[in-house]
């Protein structure tokens, strides 16, 4: 695990990037930001936490770090000892953590519910939109209070670096760190998991619905081997892909609601 800082005192900010190995964008905007050298008006600690993994381009060396919070000193696995480190460097900070997916090109915010942290740091982000994990935050650093997790984009794209380099500095503004303003007129819709997509063993995945867009009940939405996926019932699909997972397509979403800058955000059911 990479740790390192700007400006002076003890950080109450991190940014977390590389919790998976195989996405670089998260740690090459650290050490973008890293390079540009700027100075914070708060300290702000920068982490680059699965180096091993990273070195090796794997999602992980023995188990998916974002599956192993909160993790042990003697934990079996790399992964379960990192996270317990991890979550010693980022005791009594609010955390920003970057990853990238193969299933949305744009960037998205995901909390466990919306909390006081990402009702006020979204409106800074630049994001399609905001996903609550709820009931999947199981193992994730997001289960912790006060994180946000984004989504920069296509993994291994350029796009997601810059991506990753803009959110950071977003974020940093958000926080009061760096200097920035909320975008006006954007409204960021939020988004509810609720179902895994179940994907059965096969040779030729497809996906025909887009990410965020409603898929309608009767409508097929992916195919296995040729045979198509119908929806019992509407849904909105998140970080669905053909080959992004091994056993599942993806997540189905409800939307409850949307964020504005200085609101609350409007639940339509709860
Ligand atoms: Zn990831």
Redesign the pocket.
Known sequence: MRVEQLGDGEPEIAIVGG??GD?PCGPRAIEALLQADPDPARPVKLIVANEEARARNLRYVEEDL?RAFPGGPDADTHEGRLAHDLLAELRDCVVFSM??TQSYGGPFALCDTVDALARSACPYLAVDALVETSQFSDGRLIERPNVLEVECGLQGSEAAAENAERLIREFLAAVGALPGEPHEDREVPVYRMCRRIPKRRGDRYEVFAENFERVNAGEAFAAVDGEQLVAEEPFYPILMSSYGYEDVFGYTGELVGKLEPDTEPVPDRR
């Open positions: 919790i998976h996405e974002n990853h990238s």
